[in-house]
């Protein structure tokens, strides 16, 4: 597999810490670099944030190695702290290998009409979870979680979000767990835990100070790791 791109550098990192420490958290392009296991395979992954339009962003994650490809993104529209999602795709395969007996395809797209106020999903979806799901101010899917949980811990607010995904809607409050020391681009780094979990799937994030992302991401199903994603550059 293709190696990790270079490190942060010293006078990048300074940049991102000026921006993050701002009194007005402010959207930022950026291009992370993460190390990836996806359901015990070691993969590659890419997280990218960048402009599509007026108040408008795409964040966009890619995972891909040992023949699986993942890869999912989300349009949502920033006004001042305001962010909603406006539409998605979550697309998933085994393509080689070992990947393509374990690893089902699929494809779904996410569509947020908020002047209907409600949500639709098309594609390898199920009847029941086309939707329509009404919306609320406030809503988020998956992707838009997680900047949203960076973004809310630096103000000190509540990490509680009423996650609109997959035709279903779920209530997910993130509570810090305690403190580790990460490394990123070589460099360690003091990171606070937070963790959702209820009675079958939990999510883990290692948030550092001055950094738009989390560090690590850790989703586990049924108490086994089934996406760990560990940050390796930015810029």
Same mark, same amino acid.
């Given at each position: 597999?293709?190696?990790?791109?270079?490190?942060?550098?010293?006078?990048?990192?300074?940049?991102?810490?000026?921006?993050?420490?701002?009194?007005?958290?402010?959207?930022?392009?950026?291009?992370?670099?993460?190390?990836?296991?996806?359901?015990?395979?070691?993969?590659?992954?890419?997280?990218?944030?960048?402009?599509?339009?007026?108040?408008?962003?795409?964040?966009?994650?890619?995972?891909?190695?040992?023949?699986?490809?993942?890869?999912?993104?989300?349009?949502?529209?920033?006004?001042?702290?305001?962010?909603?999602?406006?539409?998605?795709?979550?697309?998933?395969?085994?393509?080689?290998?070992?990947?393509?007996?374990?690893?089902?395809?699929?494809?779904?797209?996410?569509?947020?009409?908020?002047?209907?106020?409600?949500?639709?999903? &098309? =594609?390898? /979806? @199920?009847?029941?979870?086309?939707? %329509?799901?009404?919306?609320?101010?406030?809503? #988020?899917? +998956?992707?838009?979680?997680?900047?949203?949980?960076?973004?809310?811990?630096?103000?000190?607010?509540?990490?509680?979000?009423?996650?609109?995904? &997959? =035709?279903? /809607? @779920?209530?997910?409050?993130?509570? %810090?767990?305690?403190?580790?020391?990460?490394? #990123?681009? +070589?460099?360690?780094?003091?990171?606070?835990?937070?963790?959702?979990?209820?009675?079958?799937?939990?999510?883990?994030?290692?948030?550092?100070?001055?950094?738009? /992302?989390?560090?690590?991401?850790?989703?586990?199903?049924?108490?086994?790791?089934?996406?760990?994603?560990?940050?390796?550059?930015?810029?």
């Amino acid at each position: 597999m293709p190696m990790f791109r270079r490190p942060l550098r010293a006078a990048a990192v300074a940049a991102l810490l000026a921006v993050a420490s701002a009194p007005t958290l402010a959207v930022e392009p950026f291009t992370a670099d993460y190390a990836a296991n996806y359901m015990g395979m070691q993969a590659n992954g890419r997280m990218t944030l960048a402009p599509d339009g007026a108040n408008r962003w795409k964040y966009s994650l890619e995972v891909n190695g040992a023949g699986a490809r993942l890869a999912q993104s989300t349009v949502f529209e920033a006004d001042g702290e305001r962010w909603r999602p406006l539409s998605g795709n979550d697309t998933q395969g085994g393509e080689s290998g070992l990947a393509a007996m374990l690893v089902k395809k699929r494809s779904i797209n996410a569509t947020y009409d908020w002047g209907k106020g409600q949500a639709t999903w &098309d =594609g390898d /979806v @199920k009847p029941d979870r086309k939707g %329509p799901v009404k919306l609320q101010p406030g809503d #988020v899917d +998956g992707m838009l979680m997680n900047l949203a949980l960076v973004r809310d811990f630096a103000a000190g607010k509540p990490m509680s979000y009423r996650l609109v995904e &997959d =035709g279903r /809607v @779920k209530r997910q409050v993130f509570k %810090p767990a305690g403190t580790d020391t990460v490394t #990123v681009g +070589g460099k360690s780094h003091k990171a606070t835990r937070v963790t959702w979990k209820d009675d079958s799937r939990s999510i883990t994030a290692w948030i550092v100070d001055g950094l738009p /992302v989390p560090a690590r991401i850790l989703q586990q199903r049924g108490g086994r790791d089934h996406i760990d994603l560990q940050l390796k550059s930015l810029r």
